[in-house]
């Protein structure tokens, strides 16, 4: 029996979880497919980088994965990382705000209180900030709407002060976007469904959040909420590579143009020649994905759809040089400061294993919405910037024992209002006017590596239902 062709576009963590459980349904099923997995670049793993260097384990991308969500957690013990799996340690979070580092408030999800008093006390808030969050309690609920933006949500519900300086630092440091523009049904539809449901948010979160179980003793754990790899997420995408089989991988290899042919599809080389496939899989971003199918304007949607820059910067200090050391992880920072860093974590503190006991490896992000064009400055500007941010905050005696700054152009997909509905618009296009491609990716339905993980899964089941095997 010939085999089915499956070609997969984009070599990131969703092409290369795609590649690897179509493969595996393929082996288990005695199914008579064929995949292969084309990447522009000359590696694997997209965003998901890891650099090693004089006993630090430093990531240039993502730096870990949620717990909860359980197809990241699968995927690494599928192919024998379990023992490698790692927690954060749970610190004290900040946030820079009114002048000053305050402590995250105890009790909140999200930036939503769940508790009264840590709010009620924090610094981050004015007396009458603190009164207008309260307002949460007395307003009624919104009408019913298809979308609406993350920040007037919020703001609605919470009054400014808490989205500016509590809310949009946690989510900007996610998604690197303009809350008031980004949607809230694409990225956080529980919070309109318990509002509609509950009306308060504070309310509806108490009713429905777990109640946590109370220790037997009173040693409360030091685990976080996220885990990484002892040896870098990087070794992830190796372990994934390394169980695809032989001629599965073609690095260097960029599609120009997938185009309907009497049978199936043509899958046109920047190189020259063409693939012939059976399905397709197109696990590139959105601007990559609306050139290669051009012809179609249903794809016109993501000429429009914003990315966003950013640039993250590590730096090695011997622990001595921070003369002014904070208890804690990390902090983000109130788009009211003048800040030009977005974020600062302590990573050895959060991930001890990553860095040598004697020294201390900060992590700092550039690329605000409105200011991207930091991401073009050197790498010395870019340091000194941070540099000058850090020392308002800590004092650091000394320069760096060595910088690794990674920029990533346009990595940041922006879920602007309105998403769900254009996705689902072009999904009915496609399978109308082009059965069997598909889209996958951090562009269109999940962001994060659960995420991505998440799409992969489901863009082989389609490949199975669509080929028939």
């Keep these: 029996m010939e085999k089915k062709q499956v070609i997969i576009i984009g070599g990131g963590i969703t092409g290369l979880a795609a590649a690897y459980y179509l493969q595996k349904e393929a082996r288990e099923n005695a199914l008579p497919i064929q995949v292969k997995l084309m990447e522009a670049s000359d590696r694997l793993g997209g965003v998901i980088s890891t650099e090693k260097r004089d006993g630090f384990v430093i990531e240039r991308g993502p730096d870990s994965i949620i717990a909860r969500k359980k197809s990241a957690t699968r995927l690494i013990e599928e192919v024998g990382l379990k023992d490698k799996v790692i927690s954060n340690t749970a610190g004290k979070s900040y946030i820079f705000a009114r002048g000053r580092l305050q ?6 999800f999200m930036g939503i209180p769940t508790k009264v008093t840590p709010f009620a006390v924090s610094g981050l808030f004015s007396p009458i900030g603190k009164l207008r969050a309260a307002g949460d309690f007395i307003l009624p609920k919104g009408k019913a709407q298809s979308d ?26 996610i998604y690197a976007g303009d809350i008031d523009e980004l949607s809230l049904m694409a990225l956080f ?6 509002e509609q449901k509950h009306r308060s948010l504070v309310a509806g979160l108490n009713r429905t959040m777990p109640k946590p179980t109370k220790p037997a003793k009173k ?30 991988v073609y690095k260097n290899t960029a599609v120009e143009k997938v185009e309907k042919a009497d049978s199936g599809y043509r899958v046109f080389l920047s190189g020259g020649g063409y693939e012939r496939a ?38 090695a ?18 788009r009211n400061s003048d800040f030009r860093i977005t974020a600062c974590t302590w990573t050895h503190k959060k991930w001890p294993g990553t860095t040598p006991d004697n020294m ?12 991207q064009d930091v991401v073009d400055l050197s790498d010395e500007e870019i340091v000194e910037i941070v540099l000058r941010d850090l020392n308002k905050t800590m004092n650091i005696t000394e320069k760096p024992a060595f910088h690794l700054v990674t920029r990533w152009k346009k990595a940041m997909p922006q879920y602007t209002v309105g998403h769900l509905e254009r996705i689902a618009t072009v999904k009915e296009a496609l399978k109308k006017e082009l059965p069997g ?30 080929i028939g095997a």
Excluded: W
């Design 437 to 466: 491609v598909y889209l996958a990716g951090g562009s269109f339905e999940g962001v994060g590596i659960p995420g991505c993980i998440d799409q992969a899964e489901a863009a082989v089941k389609k490949v199975l239902d669509y």
């Design 317 to 334: 200090f011997p622990k001595s040089a921070i003369e002014k050391d904070i208890d804690g992880t990390g902090f983000l920072v109130s």
């Design 189 to 194: 539809p529980n919070f309109y469904e318990m």
């Design 360 to 371: 201390a490896l900060l992590r700092c992000y550039v690329g605000k919405p409105d200011d």
């Design 219 to 248: 040693t409360p754990s030091k685990k976080g909420m996220f885990i990484s790899l002892s040896t870098g997420l990087e070794e992830l995408v190796q372990q994934v590579e390394k169980r695809l089989e032989p001629d599965t």
């Design 278 to 315: 059976d399905s397709v899989v197109i696990a590139a971003d959105h601007f990559h994905a609306q050139q290669m199918l051009s012809e179609y304007p249903f794809m016109d949607v993501f000429k429009d759809m914003p990315s966003n820059s950013v640039a993250n910067v590590a730096m």
């Design 148 to 173: 609406q933006s993350l920040g007037g949500f919020f703001r609605r519900r919470l009054g400014n002060e808490v989205v500016d300086n509590l809310i949009e630092p946690l989510l900007s440091g």
């Design 103 to 108: 402590t995250m408030p105890e009790g909140s």
